[in-house]
């Protein structure tokens, strides 16, 4: 029974794991009756049944017999082929992924992983320390001399070896992304160098370092119930160079200058959020949020907003299938720096979910930037993170019994720094000691990392932990009272100033002459109370933030309520407002205690208001 013109067969079987799901896709190919080599294509299970890809990947010169069984023939006999056929598996993510019982970190490189382990690899590594430290630092930290020799070991291959090869596909901007393949151990002194003599201020880039080294640890915090749950922002003024700076820290895991990044603003909030799932346990870059004008401010609002949740809940989307089943979550799995030249609109819950290191443009050394860019074009910052990477399996991951004590390590290192910062500023949002417990989670394995491979003596890492402590407790204390200015109460509060001095809301001065008139008064002053009206004013406030173009999306109810918890507001015996009497009027007032709202006001204490 004649069933085609052609002659198909299978050259490979692909697996294909994103992360989420796993996918089987064969390779075709073929030879025509007419004696040309059909060119090879790629077809899932569900197509090769139906035939429907036939006429566009081969064309009409392919033709198929009639009749009902003729194309469950032509299926049966090209799956008679897959013996021969070569199997692959493909990742399209990054990160730890546990394959034939072992850790492995997954990054796109020039040459594909192989899924087995060398012991003669271990044993080549720890038999090449790098040479003593010598000397010490300005800071009395010690080093190791630069000598420049050529010191690289890599991981033996096998050739005969026929586990599985480790080929990691990333497509369009994430292509950039790539890891190495040899860990030339002296390059761990450009890194080091990077944090000792940093182009840009150590407030930025002691930070960013710690950020780096935490994101590989993502896997392991996750399962100990920790798992980072914000952004990176770095903000600062056009020609600051933001971009360049985040471009520099991603070269711990690609190849990135500041006109590549991988996201952007730009970028609809879907794709950077499938983006995020894809990049687990590697840094990633959303760049330059500036709008030009409102309509854009409030589209990358709404985007910032996506992406802050997203990254500060890890939750993905709950979505159904077609047959009302439900499609398995996609959550960011990484970390993510933002840059912009302004903060979003994002209230206090988003503000709360970031991270700000403040960039001013005399803070960078172009000098050691220009040195440091060429470390990173050179490859010297993969070669460093891949490093870290082996020496955190031969560490911590060997075997389940040393993964569990990792995940203990850490947990309880965050619950330590944690409660430490607490104690250190205990009215802050209770997101930023997670926040700071995750930085110092990042800091102390990468200086643990440059201790045991000789670059800074071991007794050293304390000093520059310490060091990098106090750093990031003032940085959190300005993020501390960045959160505060956004809580829904003290914008409220600070609106209702603004509207008071411009005279768009007149308070009449309790017990000085004069009639009320609702229709000019919006309220009374006395030395101790604001008594407005709340919905008046409320209308008030909402109108100068929506001409502003600002976001202000609270209820009357729900400001009232924020008010109260922060003591801002002298209730009444059963209700949040008061009942007071002007002229032969009784009115129903909300009373404001101004030993409250003029310091979030800015307004000298005890100043009278001119109405």
Known sequence: ??????????????????GAVVEKSLVLSGVHADGSTLPKVE??????????????????????????SRKDHLRYYIQTTAEEAEQSTEYHVTGWKKINGEWHFLLPTTTQ????????????????????ATGRNDRGIATVADTRVEHACSLPRNDNDTSPLLNVVLNGKLQRYRGADVDDLYDLID???????????????????????????????????????????????????????????????????????????????????????????????????????????????????????????????????????????????????????????????GTARYFSLELKEEDVDLGSLSVCQSEAADGA????????????????????????????????????????YYHHNQICHGRLPETVACLMIGMR????????????????QEVELELFRKELYALADLQSDSVEQDKPANIFIRKLYALIESGVIVLKRKGEPGEYTPSFHSGLEDDTYL?????????????????????????????MKALVEEGIVEPGKDTTTRVT?????????????????????GVNVGAEIVC
């Open 191 to 349: 890194a080091y160098n990077l944090y000792e003599k940093p182009p840009v201020s150590s407030l930025i880039i002691h930070p960013l370092i710690a950020f780096a080294f935490l994101t590989p640890l993502n896997e392991f915090l996750k399962q100990a119930g920790c798992m980072p749950k914000f952004v990176l922002f770095i903000t600062g003024r056009t020609g600051t160079r933001k971009s360049t700076i985040a471009a520099l820290i991603l070269s711990f895991f690609g190849q990135f200058t500041s006109s590549d990044l991988p996201m952007s603003f730009r970028d609809t909030a879907n794709s950077i959020i499938a983006n995020a799932f894809t990049l687990k346990d590697v840094l990633t870059c959303i760049d330059d949020f500036y709008p030009s004008d409102n309509t854009e401010m409030k589209k990358l609002n709404a985007t910032a907003q996506t992406v802050m949740r997203a990254y500060g809940d890890r939750t993905g989307r709950a979505r159904l299938r077609s047959d009302s089943t439900l499609m398995e979550s996609r959550p960011p799995q990484g970390n993510a720096i933002i840059t912009g030249e302004l903060s979003p609109d994002v209230g206090e819950s």
């Open 581 to 601: 009497k002007v002229d032969k009027s009784t009115l129903r007032l909300l009373f404001l205690r101004k030993d409250r709202t003029e310091p979030i006001a």
């Open 43 to 68: 077809v899932t299970g569900a197509e090769l049944s139906n035939f429907n890809w036939l006429l566009d990947k081969w064309g009409a010169k392919c033709i198929i017999e009639v009749g009902q």
């Open 113 to 132: 992983q192989k899924a087995c382990h060398s012991e003669e690899g271990d044993q080549a590594r720890r038999g090449n320390p790098l040479p003593p």
């Open 1 to 18: 029974m004649k069933l085609c013109n052609f002659v198909p067969r299978i050259v490979s079987e692909k697996t294909v794991d994103d």
């Open 531 to 559: 008594m407005i009206h709340p919905d008046s004013v409320h209308r008030q406030v909402k109108k100068l933030c929506s001409d502003a173009g600002e976001a202000f999306p609270f209820t009357m109810r729900a400001i």
């Open 445 to 460: 394995f990468f200086l643990q990392f440059m201790a045991e491979n000789a670059v800074i003596n071991q007794e050293d």
């Open 381 to 420: 910052y993969r070669r460093t993170m891949y490093a870290y990477t082996e020496w955190l399996k031969r560490r911590y991951l060997c075997d389940d019994s040393h993964v569990e004590k990792l995940r203990d390590k850490l947990l309880n290192w965050h619950k330590t720094f944690r409660n430490d």
